[in-house]
DNA sequence: TTTCGACGTCTTTTT
DNA sequence: GACGTCGAAA
């Protein structure tokens, strides 16, 4: 392999790296995906078995990215055991299930799931009802889970977080040990359990000597946004061999509000003595101009970083733009009209992203994209295992995979009419005490006669014997469940036909699956998302699509062209974050690492105008753009914003290929009537 | 005991 | 706009 042809020297010494520790600092832009990729295909090249090879990514997209890369040059690559610490948790734990004394087919909660949890067991504590205000369950869950995440007592969470909450920290302190017995209890396990129980099995010593016999190598991508409890795995895999090669950007740590400890990534030398440190700085992503902005970020930060971004190349280009509009309708439609521009201009749709702080800043653009029949697609966000109907799906088949789930049941049993919290909650404990579906079946036979829901429950019991017993692939017992909710479905929502289509998908996803667990835990651990857009009538299938994300998504991906919107005080940098400085310096970390995803042109963009709360606001631009010296272009007609319409002298990017029937029209009117 | 309507609150980022 | 709470009616 001739590396010196497509790598620097820095960048050939940590892919030539063998035995011991090494730290990667990797500024932005700095190829480090490339020397991940190049250094498992070199361990591989130098006889390595791959199956002795652990590479830890941030999401799995990026663990199979980089693996899939490096397996064009040698299949053999494609081997690598390659995922996020939550799935490699999980992976571990069940394979040690019986030293947990759990089962193997244990249930992972998401986050979803996991407030449902702590909201029944505080409600069986009886914390609603005490006269004081008591957090709601999505902060109980967030709650919790900062203090795991953090290793922080509940209190310093409390204050430093929540201080209206302060005087409930008996009771949550109390919660918290009670959600976590309630937990095991049932064989549920949350995402932050996945990492604890990970440590605790590693903290045995035959387990970790076991583990550190298969993983002869360990590779950790983005190690700036592991938290404590991470890299306290880390080390333990790493103890003995030492075979330890970490990634990261101290000036992209972004994940603090879950835990993140950049100190990780400074203490990495203390925690391995003698390892060697590399730094990658030069820059082959970006023109000298964008660099520039992000150069002045990094200036402006308040821990001074030693580094300064410099083209490798001595790239140039535009300089990067701000423009501002009166209202938000503008905005989406300039950027709607550039990106229609911009692709005339021949940049292929694939290297285009509009980024923002929140992802409901993108409803409108995503709007006037329909419109427009502009493909796109939404990184981040809500999922689609989000929508109640999925969940609610979802949950008959987390039955059919273990018949004593409770929450499951309760979900379900709660969808028919007339069956409320109370009714639900006795069905559910008659349920597990029986046998089996069947069961199952002759409880709900017994139900009196009178009860307008017995039949409905007859129904369920019917459906789930069916999907059980009768020797099925997963795509029939899917339909088997799929039919006996889609009556509840048709009941319950007006825009039943649009959640159906969901369930569809939702079913092609089922069937691809040879195992029911494997499909519920690849929905906790890595759930589709929600926003994949398909417009119809594109000429050239190769030009890809645009991705709207946001900020946190798009972590370690880069396109040519890009806008940034919304640069409005209050939601970028958040109000939530200006609390105190370390919120501040995040926001300002997830500013640079916006600016420097853009290769070759940069537009940021506001509006006066905003609504929240139903009134209109004036906007203050971000505190942000004067950081960079940005300043808005006052091209006559172009800021004002011209209305609703595209230019009409622009033509759309694709034509309809034909005359739309009525229903493709119907789908394309639901489609954008959806939010 | 469930359901429905009225009203108040909070509204970020993700595994 | 989603979610929770409360009171009243079914």
Request: a neutral charge.
């Amino acid at each position: 392999m001739e590396l010196a042809s497509f790598l620097n020297q820095q960048q050939i010494a940590a892919v030539e790296h063998r035995e011991g520790p090494l730290l990667v600092i990797a500024g932005a832009g700095s190829g480090k995906t490339r020397v991940i990729q190049y250094r498992v295909l070199n361990l591989i090249l130098n006889g390595v078995p791959p199956e002795r090879i652990l590479l830890l990514t941030f999401t799995r997209r990026a663990a199979k990215e980089m693996l899939a890369r490096a397996a064009k040059q040698d299949p053999r690559c494609g081997l690598v055991e390659g995922g996020t610490f939550h799935a490699f948790g999980a992976k571990v734990m069940r394979r040690y299930a019986a030293v947990l004394g759990v089962s193997e087919n244990f249930t992972v909660l998401d986050a979803g799931d996991a407030e449902e949890a702590i909201h029944k067991v505080a409600s069986n504590l009886g914390f609603y009802a005490l006269p004081k205000r008591f957090p709601q369950k999505a902060s109980l869950q967030k709650i919790l889970s900062a203090a795991k995440n953090k290793a922080l007592p509940l209190a310093r969470i409390l204050e430093f977080d929540y201080p209206n909450f302060v005087d409930c920290a008996p009771e949550l302190e109390r919660l918290q040990g009670e959600y976590a017995k309630y937990k095991l209890e049932l064989g549920y396990f949350d995402y932050d359990d996945l990492l604890l129980y990970l440590k605790l099995l590693l903290s045995q010593e035959p387990i970790r000597q076991a583990l550190t016999e298969e993983y002869h190598f360990l590779m950790v991508d983005e190690y700036q946004d592991t938290n404590q409890l991470q890299g306290e795995i880390v080390e333990l895999l790493g103890r003995g061999r030492g075979n330890v090669m970490v990634v990261g950007d101290d000036a992209q740590s972004i994940y603090g509000f879950r835990g993140a400890h950049h100190e990780n990534i400074l203490n990495f030398p203390q925690l391995f003595p003698g390892a060697t440190c590399i730094k990658l700085e030069a820059n082959y992503r970006s023109t000298q101009e964008i660099l520039n902005l992000g150069n002045q970020v990094l200036d402006a930060m308040p821990h001074k970083f030693q580094k300064r971004l410099t083209s490798a190349e001595d790239l140039h280009g535009e300089a990067p733009s701000l423009k501002v509009f009166k209202e938000p309708s503008d905005e989406s439609n300039w950027i709607a009209d550039q990106i229609q521009e911009l692709y005339h201009e021949g940049e292929p749709l694939r290297e285009i992203a509009v980024l923002f702080r929140s992802s409901h800043l993108s409803f409108q653009l995503q709007t006037e994209m329909a419109k427009r029949r502009i493909p796109f697609e939404v990184h981040g966000g809500k999922k689609f295992s989000d929508m109640a109907h999925v969940k609610d799906l979802l949950s008959y088949l987390k039955l059919l995979a273990n018949p004593r789930d409770e929450l499951a049941w309760n979900r379900v049993l709660m969808l028919f009419p007339g069956i409320g919290p109370k009714t639900a909650g006795q069905l559910t404990q008659q349920a597990l005490a029986s046998p089996g579906f069947r069961g199952v079946h002759e409880v709900f036979l017994k139900q009196p006669e009178k009860k307008a829901y017995k039949s409905d429950l007859l129904f369920l019991s019917s459906a789930l014997v069916q999907a059980s017993e009768q020797a099925q692939s997963i795509a029939d017992q899917f339909l088997t469940l799929q039919k006996a909710y889609t009556p509840l479905l048709e009941q319950r929502y007006d825009n039943w036909v649009q959640r159906a289509k969901d369930l569809d998908s939702l079913g092609q996803i089922a069937g691809r699956y040879q195992s029911l667990t494997q499909l519920l835990l690849d929905f906790a651990l890595e759930p589709p998302e929600r926003g994949v857009v398909e417009v119809r009538g594109i000429h050239k299938e190769e030009d890809g699509h645009v991705v709207l994300s946001t900020i946190h998504s798009s972590k370690g991906l880069e396109w040519g062209s890009l806008f940034l919107l919304g640069m409005i005080e209050g939601i970028f940098p958040t109000a939530y974050a200006l609390r105190n400085d370390e919120g501040l310096e995040e926001e300002q970390r997830l500013f640079y690492v916006a600016l420097t995803r853009a290769k070759q042109r940069l537009f940021l963009t506001y509006c006066h105008y905003g609504f929240s709360g139903g009134i209109t606001q004036f906007n203050k631009p971000s505190r942000f753009l004067g950081m960079i010296g940005l300043h808005p272009q006052t091209e006559p007609g172009q800021a004002a914003g011209q209305g609703a319409m595209a230019k009409p002298n622009k033509p759309p990017i694709a034509e309809p290929a034909k005359a739309l029937s009525k229903e493709e029209i119907l789908a394309q009117l639901q489609l954008m009537m959806r939010r």
